[in-house]
């Protein structure tokens, strides 16, 4: 896609960030922008700062790459100029070529599953990224973690790792918070904290006995699947609702539910697969076959 005005560039970004399920509010989140900023982004409204809008693209999967198409389109002139044609005609491409021409685009490996499955590659999905603290701007205390006057700050970061992580389950929402204090795992009581203060307005959702929060009221039959070494993320911390992702793009490329289930494994960066693990492969592709 060219991208030649402002509005051009806020109608694009408007579509990935629809077709990823999120709100405009879950984007400025992860991309640390304000709400507004990205309201007026998609409006079109006055040039964005590069500071706030690279951030943002990179959320999205997407990388801004500018090309010079002054030869091709001169070469167009050119041939449409040495075509008769009635005197006093002017084409429209005879009209003054700028200098050069911005496009965004997305790299192939980074487009959600669902929406261009890269069949027979495992290499698919958004980058997935733990919840970055920084930019809620507050300070953090170990000592003051489960008094009553520090929860508006673990408020702060309960909404701000479902937002960024969504859909999250429950418990490693109070293991992101457990972790920015420097504890090694989250106690049930830091576990009973996050889940109170938790914005109501989030869904939620159960699988397997496990609750899920997702960042926005509604639920999704599948979320775009996010790319990250097992070390960063287990298996068992992704959803099925995104796991199922994964498995739409084996599954379209023709392999069966038990295949895929592998495949899965593999690209999990598990070296062996024991038999809940199938289990829960298998359930993902089956909920992907039934997602359509």
Same mark, same amino acid.
């Given at each position: ?23 405009? @509010? ?92 890269? @069949? ?173």
């Amino acid at each position: 896609m060219d991208i030649r005005e402002p509005k051009d560039l806020g109608l694009f970004i408007r579509d990935r960030r629809t077709l990823l399920g999120w709100s405009q @509010h879950h984007l400025a989140l992860r991309a640390g922008v304000g709400r507004q900023w990205v309201v007026d982004l998609e409006k079109g409204k006055a040039a964005a700062a590069l500071q706030l809008l690279i951030p943002t693209l990179r959320e999205l999967g997407l990388v801004l790459r500018i090309f010079d198409d002054t030869p091709a389109r001169l070469a167009v002139i050119r041939h449409l100029d040495s075509e008769p044609r009635p005197r006093g005609v002017r084409t429209a491409a005879a009209a003054a070529l700028p200098d050069a021409t911005s496009s965004l685009q997305a790299p192939p490996r980074l487009l959600p599953a669902q929406v261009e499955p890269q @069949h027979g590659n495992l290499e698919v999905g958004l980058p997935y990224h733990p919840t970055n603290f920084a930019s809620l701007g507050v300070t953090l205390s170990k000592h003051s973690l489960y008094e009553r006057e520090y929860r508006r700050t673990i408020q702060l970061m309960v909404d701000h790792v479902i937002s960024s992580e969504g859909p999250i389950f429950e418990e490693l929402v109070a293991r992101r918070v457990a972790r920015a204090h420097g504890l090694a795992r989250a106690t049930g009581k830091l576990l009973q904290i996050t889940r109170e203060v938790a914005d109501p307005s989030f869904a939620r959702s159960s699988e397997e006995g496990r609750s899920i929060v997702w960042p926005s009221p509604e639920l999704q039959e599948l979320v775009p699947f996010r790319n990250a070494p097992k070390e960063i993320r287990d298996h068992l911390d992704v959803p099925l609702v995104e796991l199922a992702s994964l498995a739409s793009s084996l599954l379209a490329a023709g392999h069966t539910t038990s295949k895929a289930a592998e495949l899965m494994s593999r690209r999990m960066g598990l070296k062996r697969m024991a038999g809940t693990t199938r289990s829960r492969f298998e359930a993902a592709a089956e909920l992907a076959l039934r997602a359509g």
